[in-house]
Nanobody
Framework: EVQLQASGGGLVQAGGSLRLSCAAS????????IAWIRQAPGKAREEISC????????HYVDSVKGRFTISRDNAKNTVYLQMSSLKSDDTAIYYC????????????????????WGRGTQVTVSS
């Protein structure tokens, strides 16, 4: 059974930090690009960061550049998202998702091409 389990969310004050984890199982983790995608209340889902399986290429959406850091540990089948300088606009449900290495990078960074999704973890930033 394929599983992507996101964890680490919670309530934090503006300016604070959180580290999200995405633990994967049931598929060849090394063969997939992993992304963090968030959905804020009343807004569309937004891919905010992804990390390639091939060469570690990383993408960040402009709104999180310099504040969020994505990393992956293939030995643990886990991807992390270190979030710092959190803002109220970061309040959302954060999902991790996996795209096969055949997916086109330019579509992946637009939030397309993912075939496995986790259930998400809530991040709430209080101002």
């Amino acid at each position: 059974e394929v599983q992507l389990q996101a964890s680490g969310g919670g309530l934090v004050q503006a300016g604070g930090s959180l580290r999200l984890s995405c633990a994967a199982s049931g598929f060849s983790f090394d063969d997939y690009t992993i992304a963090w995608i968030r959905q804020a209340p009343g807004k569309a889902r937004e891919e905010i960061s992804c990390i390639s399986n091939r060469d570690g290429t990383i993408h960040y959406v402009d709104s999180v550049k310099g504040r969020f850091t994505i990393s992956r540990d293939n030995a643990k089948n886990t991807v992390y998202l270190q979030m710092s300088s959190l803002k109220s606009d970061d309040t959302a449900i954060y999902y991790c998702a996996a795209a096969p290495q055949s997916a086109i990078w330019s579509t992946v960074v637009q939030g397309l091409g993912f075939i496995y999704w986790g259930r998400g973890t809530q991040v709430t930033v209080s101002s």
